[in-house]
């Protein structure tokens, strides 16, 4: 695996200091937020970043201010295990100056929380919902070489995640965030299943242009995944030991690279959901 992203080699290394520091902040009786920002812009591992955000979560049980942090709430909904990956999301959140609050409702009842009106997510009225799906949430059956069930694949797919849309914006007025769906490093034709209608390649090719379209010119931001799988390599990004184990949707090498990686869209989330 490339080391330049497993290891957010782009950024500086973690301050000796860093544990001393992280600890004065709990008997800190001043704003936290700008010393925990100078902290997350540091190149850190998994276990720094689970630090920082219970940091910021015992912050919170204590009433004390995360200033000038701009408060954010994400809901995310996912069709696999994210219970790793939601400390990262916190803490590489203050990179970018946001104090991130995650909703995390039960393991994939994304149609249930979308559309059900006093659902967890729903209730809570979040800033934004990430969609955190890969392809195996879609409904979809292959049958390679059929071009009329492939393209009837493709409009329910994007059927779907257009009704999750509409449970989230009926209930809330929260920005949605939809992910891209990298594809499995396996081929089925090789090179011929990106040109073979009805092969898994070739449907999600399909499905990520008409999704990125849907959303092009609305209040709605694409977070490109099937980009940063190819960045990172398919291979590397996808661990079928780990779907099968816990159904973690790729590798937990990349947990604590994913957020900065795909520059997450915090800020441009943050402005939009203020103007709802």
């Keep these: 695996m490339n080391a330049v992203y497993a290891e957010l080699q782009w950024l500086p290394r973690a301050p ?14 001043g704003p936290l937020g700008r010393e925990l920002q100078s902290l997350a812009l540091h190149s850190l591992d998994l276990n720094q970043l689970t630090r920082v955000a219970k940091c910021i979560a015992r912050a919170r049980a204590e009433g004390k201010s995360l200033d000038p942090l701009v408060p954010f709430r994400l809901a995310v ?17 203050v990179r970018h100056g946001i104090a991130l609050e995650v ?23 979040p800033d934004a919902v990430l969609f955190a799906l890969d392809y195996r949430a879609l409904p979809l059956k292959l049958v390679p070489g059929d071009a009329e069930v492939s393209a009837a694949m493709v409009e329910g797919s994007i059927g779907y995640l257009h009704s999750l ?12 965030i939809f992910q891209s769906f990298a594809p ?7 090179s011929l299943d990106r040109a073979l209608p009805g092969t898994l390649r070739h449907v999600l ?19 490109d995944v099937a980009a940063l799988a190819e960045t990172v390599g398919l291979a590397d990004w996808h661990n079928p030991q780990l779907w099968n184990l816990g159904k973690f949707a790729f590798s937990d090498e990349l947990i604590r690279s994913m957020p900065i990686m795909s520059r997450a869209p915090w800020p441009r989330c943050a402005a939009r959901a203020a103007r709802h």
């Design 184 to 190: 499995p490093a396996e081929a089925l034709f090789g």
């Design 165 to 176: 849309h509409d449970g989230i914006r009926a209930n809330t007025s929260a920005v949605c």
């Design 77 to 93: 909904l996912s069709n696999s295990t994210i219970d790793l990956i939601v400390p990262a999301l916190v803490a590489s959140a």
């Design 16 to 29: 000796e200091d860093f544990s001393a520091r992280l600890k004065a902040l709990g008997n800190s009786a």
């Design 205 to 223: 090719d399909s499905i990520n242009r008409e999704l990125a379209a849907s959303i092009t010119g609305t209040g709605d931001v694409l977070l």
């Design 103 to 125: 909703i995390q409702p039960s393991y994939d009842q994304v149609a249930q929380e979308a559309l059900t009106p006093d659902s967890t997510v729903n209730r809570s009225k």
